[in-house]
């Protein structure tokens, strides 16, 4: 209380508003990988960034693949005179396996689904790992998870490199273990190893590339996603191999020069610009496949800034693909989308005619838990709980009694009010949505207030996807 001792007229301003609570991000994902390089010392150290600028700035492009390009060409000619090119045949193929470091198609296929600010864990650059599938990577990828533990903001954790099913089932289970330890964050999983067979894909995944605990915090997604992304490669590293057919008339060929065989694709840009142009239109033929977990990411923020997080991330188109690496029947993602033994539910991607590729599924891989099966469940506790956790923060140290008590429930009753309005929670009125209880008597006992402790239950009524859609159909009878 102020003391007055000058005569005079002074202004004191009263609050009477409750403290409110400032929803926090729910897509903000961090990706864990390797890149070409990791500038400023970001190597292992989250990095955030919001745009593909910024990332080629740090973390550089992609991994560059080696690329085989035969040039068949058909002569016709005269006996002994200058041959003359009828047809020419330009064939662009990987002179290998390709790359399994897939953070940077990842991230254009993020941001081209809607993606926005992120966050880039390094592990290590490229040429640090000649494979992705040793005890090296698998450290590295670890490490970098661990490093993530320390940011608070990202909420999703994507892991775009390919590695075997067996392989990455240490690195999922830290990311579920971490995900239900901080409360905070969601992993989306891939899975691992596609073949063409759905069904063994599934128990693959089931029985190799997953753990049994932490499953209401993690989604997995199936198959890879043929995407419209070219591969990176250098022009320098392209060495042309030309053949030549003869059909011309006479008893022997005509005088054909071999031009071709052996030059760079770099140095046609000088001499033969035109050819130039056509290989490189025959090398962006080869297009990139991804793991779906970069796109499902983007989704997840389009969703989440257009509806809202309840919104189930289903349903909903995959941008810049040409279509799932393997087509889907509804009797195979039956199969996919409930598992009665182990309840490890993989949403599927799947093509329709007229519609494109949708997401097709909104479970989590608790698939069998009647209160975490769903995706949009899941996330929208987590958006509240953490919204509430870090706006209740400045009670810490008021005085435990019932003014605090009723700031904080008034707080919280108007935060869960709007979402209510908003149609994140299920109910009539209010008091059908959702409850705040705090008090004496209520949820804490006297030993409570001596130990420090106040404690506020929050009972939610969430919506939930309307997943099979049932019509009922039936003959009525003619009436005279």
């Known amino acids: 209380m102020s003391n007055f001792t000058t005569p005079g007229v002074y202004i ?9 609570i400032a929803a926090v991000e729910t897509a903000i994902p961090a990706f864990i990988g390797h890149t070409q390089k990791a500038d400023g010392g970001a190597l292992r150290v989250p990095t955030r960034i919001s745009s593909m600028l910024e990332y080629e700035a740090i973390f550089g492009g992609p991994n560059l693949e080696g690329i085989s390009v035969s040039i068949q060409d058909t002569f ?90 067996a392989s990455f089932q240490p690195v999922y289970t830290d990311a579920l273990a971490q995900c239900d330890k901080l409360q905070d964050r969601f992993v989306i999983l891939d899975v691992k190893e596609n073949t063409t067979n759905p069904f063994q894909d599934a128990v693959n995944f089931r029985n190799n590339g997953i753990g049994s605990g932490n499953l209401k915090y993690g989604a997995a997604y199936y198959p ?116 009665a033994s182990s309840g490890k539910s993989i949403n599927a991607i799947r093509t329709f005619t007229g519609k494109g590729t949708l997401i097709w599924g909104a479970r989590t891989l608790a698939g069998n ?6 995706v949009p469940v899941r996330r929208l506790f987590i958006f509240i709980e953490e919204s509430v956790k870090k706006a209740t923060e400045f009670v810490v140290f008021e005085p435990n009694d019932a003014n605090t008590w009723l700031r904080v429930k008034t707080m919280i009753e108007n935060f869960l009010s709007k979402l209510w309005r908003d149609g994140a929670l299920a109910g009539a009125k209010p008091e059908d949505a959702f409850f705040v209880k705090v008090g004496l008597g209520v949820t804490m006992t006297a030993q409570d207030i001596l130990e420090g402790r106040m404690n506020v239950e929050i009972g939610l009524a969430a919506v939930r996807p309307a997943e099979f859609i049932i019509l009922k159909f039936s003959h009525k009878l003619q009436e005279a």
Request: with cysteine.
């Open 12 to 20: 004191q301003e009263i609050s009477t508003l409750p403290a409110s």
């Open 76 to 165: 016709t000619g005269l006996d002994g005179q200058p041959a003359t090119l009828q047809t020419r045949k330009i064939t662009a193929s990987l002179s290998g396996s390709p790359s399994p470091f897939k953070m940077y198609p990842s991230l254009r296929h993020y941001f081209d689904n809607g993606g926005g600010p992120c966050y880039i864990v390094s592990v290590n650059t490229y040429s640090s790992n000649p494979t992705n599938d040793g005890p090296t990577v698998l450290g590295s990828l670890r490490h970098g998870l661990a490093m993530l533990e320390k940011v608070d903001e990202p909420t999703l954790i994507v892991f775009p490199d390919y590695m075997t099913v």
């Open 224 to 339: 890879n996603l043929k995407t419209s992304y070219s591969y990176g490669f250098n022009p320098s590293a392209v060495i042309l191999a030309q053949s030549h057919e003869y059909k011309g008339l006479g008893t022997s060929n005509p005088v054909i020069s071999n031009t071709l065989n052996g030059v760079t694709l770099a140095s046609l840009e000088a001499t033969d610009p035109s050819l130039h142009r056509a290989i490189f239109a025959e090398i962006n033929k080869l297009k990139v496949d991804l793991p779906p977990s970069p796109a499902v990411a983007g989704v997840y923020a389009r969703v989440d800034s257009q509806r809202g997080v309840w919104k189930a991330p289903a349903n909903e188109d995959i941008r810049g693909v040409v279509g799932p690496a393997v087509k889907i029947t509804n009797e195979q993602q039956a199969s996919l989308n409930v598992d």
């Open 369 to 374: 838990d009647n209160e975490w099966r769903y």
